[in-house]
């Protein structure tokens, strides 16, 4: 075979994997890469910081459960992306950063923008790995592929020297990496059967990683045989239908309170697909650890969380398809006692998620949701970063499909904007909703270029109430009247979208959020919807003092 450069072999194996984009910030560090991607099959996406690249690489994996890849040059490059490396540790995604370096005779000198990056994400991505040698490109993706997607999910870190790019390489790509998918075993569905029939109040919690529409599908089925009530981990809504008889709500941030009770009172817990970290453990108030005073059933496809923080009467190394493939095998007994629960659980979630008439202000996020609830098709996404705004959407709006939401875990502002741009570049025909504050916004406001440069033709709705709400709703608890370091001076944020190219409206009140969404909507562009909320309503059902 002719010789190739080493960028040359990289995009190679890119396409191998199936690699249909890239996200990056171009630098001079991997020009040889840039190179090799014009006129490639893989186009490249160009975001305006590397945090926003990153999120948007880690949504995309978040979307198919392969890696999205992200390019970023060396030093404050790779520092700017570790937000997203972040995001991906935390939420489970499968997720490359390739990182453009020095070259390999001046490591060690301190030389122009040098990092150690084995030192800087070794805590937090799954693999950080510098290619010294050409030829060994395809091994170390051909692995890359594999640590980001086997067992619980992450980021790889791939460092590449900038003269080994250049050098000749004369390997070929490695085929696609298909992962192994852990299901249980005979003796542990036959324990799992027995825990469950003897249940009285049983209770799912699902979340994690690794689900697919038909794993979805398979959990419900799942829990129409059983008459399980299932609840969905904190920003893993899109799971369950929430309009379906089983579905009790999110087990997240803002609890339903007769959720928490049920679950509190509940004798088996079945945690299918999540770890229950801090949020859903409602503060790890949630269960004992490490004894919870329940039957725990814990399924996983990472062996290593498996009694990490929770000691379970019955723990399964499997992916949830692994898993309830296996179960749906199982029949379920006759006349399930549990039977009222369920429904009284379903009813107890349609009453918490109505939407709310006395959130104070004109412009109000408990309207704009109803108004989304009833006019989105069931295959919208939403996506959304962090802040107290994203409460009205995890409480009002009701997910139907899987994959219509997009949110980190991690808590991340700046996500929902990256987040959506990946999304329609992956469905263009979808209809694409961000959510964002005014805060969260500005984290990665200037994604907006992004969003008009790609043609992605998202809606923005940003809730403006003028302050990190969040911060100051803790600050009212603990600082009572003593605000200091939470306001914040906007920008006018409808004309800030316009000079970007996107549609812009501002809504000052509930009446004119339908037709201002109308408008954008059938702008044929990008568009954002600047609603200028109330700085008293600091989350459903609570508002701050004037």
């Given at each position: 075979m002719n010789a190739v450069t080493g960028g040359e072999l990289l995009v190679q194996c890119l396409v191998e994997q199936g690699v249909k984009r890239v996200f990056c910030v171009p630098g001079e560090s991997y020009l040889a890469v840039l190179d090799a991607l014009h006129g490639s099959a893989v186009h490249t996406v160009v975001a305006r910081q590397e945090g926003g690249a990153a999120m948007m690489a880690e949504a995309d994996g978040k979307m198919t459960g392969r890696p999205g890849v992200c390019f970023v040059t060396r030093g404050p490059g790779a520092t700017n992306a570790s937000a997203g490396v972040h995001v991906a540790q935390q939420d489970s995604t499968p997720m490359i950063l390739f990182i453009g370096q020095i070259s390999r005779d001046w490591s060690g000198r301190d030389a122009f923008q040098e990092v150690d990056y084995s030192r800087m994400f070794g805590g937090m991505a799954k693999l950080v790995e510098q290619i010294e040698n050409p030829d060994r490109i395809p091994e170390i993706v051909n692995r890359a592929w594999h640590v980001a997607m086997s067992g619980r999910p992450g980021p790889v870190v791939i460092v590449l020297p900038e003269d080994m790019l250049r050098a000749a390489a004369g390997t070929q790509a490695a085929r696609r990496v298909e992962v192994a998918e852990p299901s249980p075993s005979a003796a542990q569905m036959e324990w799992f059967k027995t825990l469950l029939s003897r249940a009285k109040k049983p209770f799912v919690i699902a979340g994690g990683s690794r689900w697919n529409a038909e794993s979805a599908r398979a959990l419900r089925i799942f829990s129409e045989k059983w008459m399980l009530p299932v609840g969905c981990s904190f920003r893993r809504q899109h799971l369950f239908d929430?309009?379906?008889?089983?579905?009790?709500?999110?087990?997240?941030?803002?609890?339903?309170?007769?959720?928490?009770?049920?679950?509190?009172?509940?004798?088996?817990?079945?945690?299918?697909?999540?770890?229950?970290?801090?949020?859903?453990?409602?503060?790890?108030?949630?269960?004992?650890?490490?004894?919870?005073?329940?039957?725990?059933?814990?399924?996983?496809?990472?062996?290593?969380?498996?009694?990490?923080?929770?000691?379970?009467?019955?723990?399964?190394?499997a992916t949830p398809g692994g898993f309830l493939s296996r179960v749906l095998e199982i029949e379920a007994p006759e006349g399930i006692s549990w039977t009222p629960e369920t429904e009284t659980a379903h009813e107890s979630y349609l009453a918490w998620s109505s939407t709310?008439?006395?959130?104070?202000?004109?412009?109000?996020?408990?309207?704009?949701?109803?108004?989304?609830?009833?006019?989105?098709?069931?295959?919208?996404?939403?996506?959304?970063?962090?802040?107290?705004?994203?409460?009205?959407?995890?409480?009002?709006?009701?997910?139907?499909?899987?994959?219509?939401?997009?949110?980190?875990?991690?808590?991340?502002?700046?996500?929902?904007?990256?987040?959506?741009?990946?999304?329609?570049?992956?469905?263009?025909?979808?209809?694409?909703?961000?959510?964002?504050?005014?805060?969260?916004?500005?984290?990665?406001?200037?994604?907006?270029?992004?969003?008009?440069?790609?043609?992605?033709?998202i809606t923005v709705i940003v809730a403006d109430n003028g302050m990190y709400g969040t911060i100051r709703?803790?600050?009212?608890?603990?600082?009572?009247?003593?605000?200091?370091?939470?306001?914040?001076?906007?920008?006018?944020?409808?004309?800030?979208?316009?000079?970007?190219?996107?549609?812009?409206?501002?809504?000052?009140?509930?009446?004119?959020?339908?037709?201002?969404?109308?408008?954008?909507?059938r702008s044929g562009r990008a568009a954002l919807i600047h609603v200028i909320t109330s700085s008293e309503a600091i989350a459903p059902g609570k508002s701050l003092p004037n």
């Open positions: 929430h309009t379906h008889f089983c579905y009790a709500g999110d087990v997240g941030l803002g609890i339903n309170p007769a959720l928490r009770k049920r679950i509190d009172e509940s004798d088996v817990l079945l945690l299918l697909g999540g770890r229950l970290s801090e949020n859903p453990a409602q503060g790890f108030n949630l269960l004992d650890i490490p004894n919870p005073d329940k039957t725990l059933i814990h399924v996983h496809p990472g062996p290593e969380e498996l009694g990490r923080n929770y000691a379970p009467n019955l723990a399964i190394n709310l008439s006395d959130t104070p202000g004109d412009a109000t996020m408990s309207a704009v949701i109803a108004h989304l609830r009833d006019t989105l098709r069931q295959d919208a996404i939403l996506t959304n970063g962090a802040g107290n705004y994203a409460g009205w959407l995890h409480r009002f709006y009701r997910f139907r499909r899987y994959g219509t939401q997009i949110a980190p875990t991690s808590g991340s502002m700046g996500y929902g904007l990256p987040a959506a741009i990946a999304a329609k570049m992956r469905y263009p025909d979808r209809e694409v909703i961000c959510l964002v504050g005014d805060g969260c916004l500005q984290m990665t406001i200037q994604e907006l270029g992004t969003a008009a440069q790609e043609g992605t033709n709703m803790h600050q009212e608890r603990e600082y009572p009247g003593r605000i200091s370091g939470t306001w914040l001076q906007n920008p006018s944020f409808a004309p800030l979208a316009e000079a970007y190219g996107l549609h812009g409206e501002i809504v000052t009140s509930d009446a004119e959020f339908p037709g201002a969404f109308d408008r954008a909507r």
